[in-house]
């Protein structure tokens, strides 16, 4: 398994790893998805990704977070209220850099 944030963090119990290792096959996809609306839409919350996508969020949301960490997309400063009728951030590729980085990050073998 890859290390975070290519692959699926985990804390050091046994239940955490077995979370992040079920995740293995699936989170590259989920990035893969998360970026390519977020592009096509312009920004969106996670909860809207999920929506999108077709997962629960608990899925969606730890991807977002893989994806904010390899810095290929951010927090636009705007909010939207998420399902739950909290505030949420609406998230953006970085402008010029995001798909550049999300290609290489890709050819790195990342996407499975």
């Known amino acids: 398994m890859s290390a975070y944030p290519e692959a699926p963090g985990h804390r050091d119990t046994d239940t955490s790893f077995d979370a992040a ?17 977020l592009t096509q839409s312009g920004g969106a919350t996670a909860d809207e990704v999920a929506a999108h996508v077709g997962v629960s969020v608990l899925a969606m949301r730890p991807r977002i977070t893989e994806l904010k960490q390899q810095g290929v997309i951010v927090d636009s400063g705007l909010r939207r209220l998420n399902r739950s009728g909290r505030r949420a951030a609406v998230l953006a590729p970085r402008k010029k850099t995001a798909l550049t980085r999300w290609r290489a990050w890709a050819q790195k073998g990342n996407i499975k």
Do not use: H, P, T
């Open 21 to 37: 290792r079920s995740m293995d096959g699936i989170a590259g996809r989920l990035r893969q998805e998360a970026f390519k609306f």
